[in-house]
């Protein structure tokens, strides 16, 4: 049902805020969706949205998906 998770500006700021966006199977429902989501990732999804080939994940708070992090920058040696 995942394809792939999408990565932009926009996606990031809406994952500090708890929503991941994916894109998916032009078929798949939300139902379809929610539960290929919490199996791959082990999380809980309280919410999916849908349009066209994409879905914006929903979670509780304290809960992510490491796709949607930035690395750490490595500190500089003086």
């Known amino acids: 049902m995942l394809i792939k998770p999408v990565i932009s500006e926009k996606s990031m700021q809406l994952a500090k805020m708890g929503q991941f966006s994916f894109a998916v199977l032009k078929n798949a429902t939300k139902t ?24 914006v994940l929903t979670l509780p708070a304290g809960q992510k998906i490491e796709y949607f992090e930035l690395p750490k920058k490595a500190k500089e040696k003086k």
């Open 32 to 55: 379809q969706i929610k539960s290929a989501a919490e199996k791959l990732f082990n999380i809980k999804v309280l919410k999916v949205r849908t349009s066209k080939n994409k879905a």
